[in-house]
């Protein structure tokens, strides 16, 4: 059995700390000017913070899977410095991993170095509770009571196809129109979605994380802009840290295009409450 995990070129990496937003698990973190894995365990090999790299740091590497080794994590880890030791075991904090955790501040003690691993808005990779991304880390809540409804509420979609792998940006509904570019998980998580977003605008959805072939993305997107010349274009985007890669990809649409439209950024919160709303 072979598992496929991401492998960072320190050398050519920047750090710019795009794949830390793109990574959905958490596995990334930005360290001393560079990206750095600090957990293998949650990394799920699809690849997400690939296509965010801008100067192809990134890339796949396939081995033979065997079982999770804490020691040898930590023996890696270990040259590297405090910083990227002390990320490690609080990505294990979070997410849990009570044994492990257990397993690697002994191998710490065993050698008299000593980490803490407290928890602080500088330091953790969650200063906004991003620690593990709400897109995975299970969470429950209890929904707000539904308002008192006398009739079925009208749809506000003005087309379809909706899922941009799917559309052509030189259809006739995309000429001089507002566009809401959303991904999939804001309609199912905002209650209002078709009222205060859709109306009077055409839909896109795609997901940064879970898509393949993102580049399309981009190049339709331009052509939205510079070949339709849409108006207007919002971006609604879930607080979770993968999410950012939707306004990363108009980010790089915008420039290849000679047309600057305003675009709008919405963030909505995980319990459905829209966190930001502004245009940049």
């Known amino acids: 059995m072979k598992r496929t995990v991401i492998k960072i070129n320190e050398e050519l990496c920047n750090g710019c700390g795009i794949c830390v937003n793109g990574c959905h698990e958490g596995a990334l973190q930005l360290i001393d000017g560079k990206a750095r894995m600090i957990s293998d365990l949650y990394c799920d090999g699809l690849g997400a913070c690939i296509g965010d790299c801008p100067v192809g740091a990134i890339d796949f590497e396939e081995r033979e899977a065997e079982p999770y080794d804490e020691i040898a994590v930590m023996e890696r880890l270990v040259p590297k410095g405090e910083k990227t030791i002390r990320a490690h075991l609080l990505h294990l904090k979070e997410h849990n991993e009570t044994e492990l955790l257990d397993q690697g501040l002994r191998y710490l003690r065993e050698r008299n170095i000593t980490i803490d691993i407290t928890e602080d808005k500088q330091s953790s990779n969650c200063a906004k509770s991003f620690a593990a991304c709400p897109g995975s880390k299970e969470k429950s809540f209890a929904p707000v009571k539904p308002a008192t409804l006398t009739d079925n509420i009208p749809s506000q979609l003005r087309q379809w196809p909706v899922q941009l792998h799917l559309l052509n940006p030189q259809a006739g509904y995309f000429q001089g129109a507002d566009v809401v570019l959303a991904a999939d998980c804001t309609a199912y998580a905002y209650g209002g979605f078709h009222d205060r977003f859709l109306r009077n605008r055409i839909l896109a959805i795609a997901c940064p994380k879970l898509d393949s072939n993102k580049d399309v993305y981009v190049s339709k997107i331009a052509n939205m802009i510079d070949g339709a010349h849409i108006n207007t274009l919002t971006v609604v985007m879930m607080e979770v840290p993968c999410c950012g890669g939707l ?18 950024k919405v963030i909505i919160g995980i319990e459905g409450e829209v966190v930001e709303e502004k245009w940049i």
């Open 247 to 264: 306004l990363q990809l108009v980010k790089m649409a915008l420039e290849q295009t000679l047309n600057k439209v305003p675009v709008k």
